[in-house]
C-alpha cells in the first residue's frame, strides 16, 4: 500500500467510523446511547459533525470551528440542561483538536486555538444561562484540550526527527563529496608520480633506439627504419606525457624530485627514529625485483601508514613488516597506541590515498585495530612474474 493510500484512508476514517457508531447507535439503542429527539435530526446533526473532518489535515481550523458550530447547535437545541450529549460529537471534537494540533502551521493553529477559546466562553456562558454548573463541561473540555496539546506535541516531535534525519542526509551527501574529492586528488597525486617513471622508461627507449640506429651497418635500412619508428613514438609519448603533467598541474618542486622506492626504505626509517620515533622493521621471504610503479606505490603506502602512526599516537612504538611471498608483497604497519588513529573507519584521506595505490595493482589495504591493540595498516600487493625473453 502505498503513502498516498494509507493518507486518504487515514483521512477518511474517523468520518466514517463516527457515522458507523452513530447509526448502530440509533438502529439500536437510540435512547440508551444519549440520543434525544427526532432520529432524523439527529442523523443530519452526525452527518454534520462528523463531515468537517474529512478536511481536518488541509484546514484543521476551519474544520475545527465547523465541528464545534454543529455541535453547539445539536447540543442546545436537544442536550440543553440535563440531558447528556451523545458519544460521538464529543469524539468528533476531540479529533478536530487533535488535528489542530498536529496538521495546523502557527498562524493556523492561533486562529485555531481563538476560535477554540471563544467556543468554550461561549458554551460557559450558555450553560451558566440555562442553569447549568459551568464545572459540568469541564471534563470533555480537558479531553479537547489534552488532544490538542498531545496533537502539538507530536508534530514538534516529528519535525525534529525530520530535521534530524535531513541534517544527518546532509552530512553524509558532504562526507560522500570529500570522500570523492580526496580520492580524486589522490588519483592526481598518483598520476603525477607515475608520469616520472613512465617518462624515465619511455626516455630510455629513445636513447637505445637512436644510440643503436647510428651504429647499423650500411644495408640494415630495414632496422633502421625499425628504430627510427621506436624512436619517433617515444618521442611522441614524451610530448604527451608532458601535456599530461600540465593538465595535472604539477607544482616545480614536485616535479623535479626523484620518485623513491623501496630500496630508500633504511633513509625513511631513520628520519623517523630521528624524530624520536621507536621503529622496528622486519623483512622476511626473499626481496624480488618489482616494476617501477608498483615499487613505488609500496613505498608510498609504507610511508603513509608511518606518517599516520606518527601524528596519531606519538611516541608509541611501530612495527614495520615487509613479507615477501610467492606472487605477493605485505605491507603491515602497527603502531602499540590507543588504536584512536583518524580513518579507523576507513574514511581518512591517508587511509584513501593507501587504497587507491593498492587497488590499481590488484591488491587490497585492511586498516583497523590489531588483535594486540593498536592499530594495523595491512596491505597485500600482487606481483606480476617478469617473463624472460
Avoid at 460557559?124 to 454548573?133: H, N, R, Y
Avoid at 608483497?329 to 581518512?348: C, F, H, P, R, T
Wanted: aromatic letters at 6%; glycine letters at 10%.
Amino acid at each position: 500500500m502505498s503513502t498516498a493510500t494509507r493518507r486518504r484512508l487515514l483521512d477518511v476514517a474517523p468520518t466514517f467510523a463516527l457515522l458507523a457508531l452513530g447509526a448502530a447507535s440509533q438502529g439500536t439503542a437510540y435512547e440508551s446511547a444519549g440520543f434525544q429527539g427526532a432520529h432524523l435530526a439527529n442523523a443530519v446533526f452526525l452527518v454534520a459533525v462528523s463531515i468537517p473532518l474529512l478536511f481536518r489535515r488541509s484546514r484543521p481550523a476551519l474544520a475545527l470551528a465547523a465541528v464545534f458550530s454543529v455541535q453547539a447547535v445539536w447540543v442546545a437545541l436537544y442536550y440543553h440542561g440535563s440531558h447528556q450529549p451523545p458519544f460521538e460529537p464529543f469524539a468528533a471534537g476531540v479529533v478536530a483538536c487533535f488535528a489542530l494540533g498536529f496538521h495546523a502551521d502557527r498562524r493556523a493553529f492561533h486562529v485555531g486555538i481563538g476560535i477554540f477559546a471563544a467556543l468554550v466562553v461561549g458554551t460557559a456562558i450558555s450553560l451558566a444561562a440555562g442553569g447549568v454548573a459551568v464545572g459540568s463541561g469541564l471534563p470533555a473540555l480537558l479531553w479537547w484540550a489534552g488532544a490538542i496539546v498531545l496533537g502539538r506535541t507530536l508534530r514538534d516531535r516529528q519535525a525534529l526527527v525530520e530535521l534530524l534525519r535531513e541534517r544527518s542526509s546532509r552530512l553524509e551527501r558532504d562526507r560522500e563529496r570529500d570522500l570523492a574529492a580526496a580520492a580524486a586528488d589522490e588519483r592526481a597525486r598518483i598520476a603525477r608520480e607515475l608520469h616520472d617513471v613512465i617518462a624515465h622508461a619511455v626516455s630510455l627507449i629513445v636513447v637505445q633506439a637512436g644510440a643503436e640506429r647510428r651504429v647499423l651497418e650500411p644495408g640494415q635500412e630495414r632496422t633502421r627504419e625499425t628504430l627510427e619508428a621506436i624512436e619517433s613514438s617515444g618521442r611522441e609519448a614524451l610530448r604527451e606525457l608532458r601535456r599530461l603533467l600540465g593538465i595535472l598541474r604539477v607544482p616545480a618542486a614536485e616535479r623535479l624530485a626523484p620518485q623513491p622506492s623501496l630500496a630508500a626504505v633504511p633513509d625513511l626509517l631513520r628520519e623517523a627514529r630521528a624524530a624520536g620515533q621507536a621503529v622496528e622493521f622486519h623483512e622476511t621471504g626473499t626481496p624480488v625485483h618489482l616494476d617501477s610503479g608498483l615499487d613505488l606505490s609500496a613505498y608510498r603506502i609504507l610511508q603513509e601508514a608511518l606518517t599516520n602512526a606518527r601524528k596519531h599516537a606519538p611516541g608509541a612504538t611501530v612495527a614495520i613488516t615487509l613479507a615477501w611471498s610467492d606472487g605477493k608483497l605485505g605491507v603491515e604497519v602497527v603502531d602499540q597506541g590507543s588504536a584512536a588513529a583518524v580513518g579507523a573507519d576507513g574514511a581518512g584521506h591517508g587511509l584513501i590515498g593507501m587504497r587507491e595505490r593498492a587497488l590499481m595493482y590488484g591488491g587490497r589495504i585492511e586498516a583497523g585495530r590489531a588483535p594486540q591493540g593498536g592499530y594495523r595498516v595491512r596491505a597485500e600487493l600482487p606481483i606480476e612474474r617478469r617473463v624472460e625473453g
